[in-house]
């Protein structure tokens, strides 16, 4: 199999990837009035506290059950012929959580704190229902996890399907429904995963998206598609969200911390920077084992830190899957399954946003197998006269080998 396919021949195409501020897509076009985000996010914090009977302190909530923290952030808050606009995104943090549960609702009003009340009932339903099921307990459903010689069991805790301007005559469904048999693929050794799934339709854009613990999962989304396509929305947005939770009923047991590989990663960053030769390549190798007091989380973060900031600046789409090499033969699993590959995405994402020199990323992308890749294929479509941009690429996921007996995915 080629390593890169034409981006037009693969599923994600039929896709219209979005990020969390994308989800309004309802928002009013033409002059609108820009309002203080600070008075938002006061009665924000307000509306949702009356329903969980928390406190608020420094800004955010403090639950009395379960230990969750709380913030918020008001995003594009809006007025426009007597009616307010903004997006509520509420983040959920706890001790046990890898990531915060982040939620976003778009909520409008004849008034601030009638939109405010109306993102508290949305988290309500959504997120915080599904909190307290995993909390108490309530209709667990078992999921058995197998991949790479190690097992994990769950319990899955799933609420009800929150939907905007649907119209009831449409029978409620269950987006779950349509990624349930897929989800244990994508579940790893972390204590909590939480899966969010979102569906749209606006003015003939549709969209369909689900993320584990807040990432993208593109396959998945592809799945949720089939429904979306059955949403009939004329001028009128329409959407239907879902939260499920998902907790392991063994403690975590890796031998690192998320706080290990971030501060790993990011001096891996500052050495690959400065790469020139081999020599320089093996002098950071040797002191990055050191630095990460593993030798193969060491090398996780060795061999992804070139392959993720390929993907984050070239361009390209990219699956879900990690395809590990055994021998002659690939073990394929799922990215979310590997913990480190998620923490070292978000250092290099903090990376990027602090506009390095194009000389360092350059360095550092030069190692990857993918950009090497995609560049074969380039320059031979290039001398058949044949043009091909990243954007145009997919690849199915990364592929990558550690020699060592001892290895295990955490």
Excluded at 49 to 55: C, D, R, S, V
Excluded at 395 to 407: A, D, L, M, Q, R
Aim: aromatic fraction near 10%.
């Amino acid at each position: 199999m080629a390593f890169w396919n034409r981006k037009k021949n693969q599923d994600s195409e039929k896709n219209t990837e979005i990020t969390e501020s994308a989800e309004g897509i309802q928002a009013a076009d033409g002059d609108q009035q820009q309002i203080d985000t600070g008075h938002a996010k006061e009665l924000a914090l307000e509306a949702l506290n009356k329903k969980l009977n928390g406190t608020i302190y420094d800004n955010c909530i403090i639950t009395r059950r379960g230990g969750y923290t709380i913030d918020i952030n008001v995003t594009r808050p809006q007025e426009k012929e007597g009616t307010v606009l903004a997006q509520i995104v509420y983040i959920v943090r706890n001790d046990s959580f890898d990531e915060p549960i982040i939620e976003p609702c778009d909520v409008q009003g004849k008034t601030w704190e009638e939109a405010a009340d109306m993102g508290a009932q949305m988290f309500d339903v959504t997120v915080w229902h599904s909190l307290e099921m995993a909390a108490q307990r309530k209709n667990p459903q078992p999921v058995s996890v197998d991949f790479l010689n190690q097992h994990y069991d769950f319990d899955l805790f799933s609420e009800s399907v929150l939907r905007v301007n649907v119209s009831q005559e449409k029978p409620v469904t269950s987006l779950f429904s349509y990624i349930k048999e897929d989800i244990p693929k994508y579940l790893g050794s972390k204590k909590y995963y939480w899966v969010r799934l979102f569906a749209a339709a606006f003015n003939g854009k549709r969209i369909s998206e689900v993320r584990v613990n807040g990432s993208v999962c593109m396959e998945l989304s592809n799945k949720l598609r089939k429904y979306v396509d059955t949403l009939e929305a004329g001028e009128t947005y329409i959407s239907e969200k879902q939260c499920v939770i998902c907790v392991q009923k063994e403690d975590d047991k890796c031998p690192f911390t998320k706080e290990t590989v971030t501060t790993a990663a990011k001096a891996a960053i500052d050495m690959m920077v400065g790469i020139r030769n081999p020599a320089d390549y093996e002098a950071m190798s040797l002191k990055l084992i050191d630095i990460a007091g593993d030798k193969d989380l060491a090398s996780e973060i060795r061999i992804f830190v070139p392959e993720i900031l390929a993907k984050l600046t070239l361009g390209y789409r990219e699956g879900d899957s990690l395809f590990f090499i055994d021998g002659d033969s690939q073990i394929e699993f799922r990215k979310t399954q590997l913990r480190s590959y998620f923490y070292i995405q978000q250092v290099l994402l903090e990376f990027l946003s602090r506009r390095p020199p194009q000389e360092d990323v350059q360095n550092i992308v030069f190692n990857s197998v993918a950009f090497r890749e995609m560049k074969k294929t380039i320059d031979a479509a290039k001398e058949k006269g044949q043009e091909i941009k990243p954007q145009d690429m997919y690849v199915p996921g990364t592929s990558y080998k550690i020699v060592s007996e001892t290895y295990r995915v955490w």
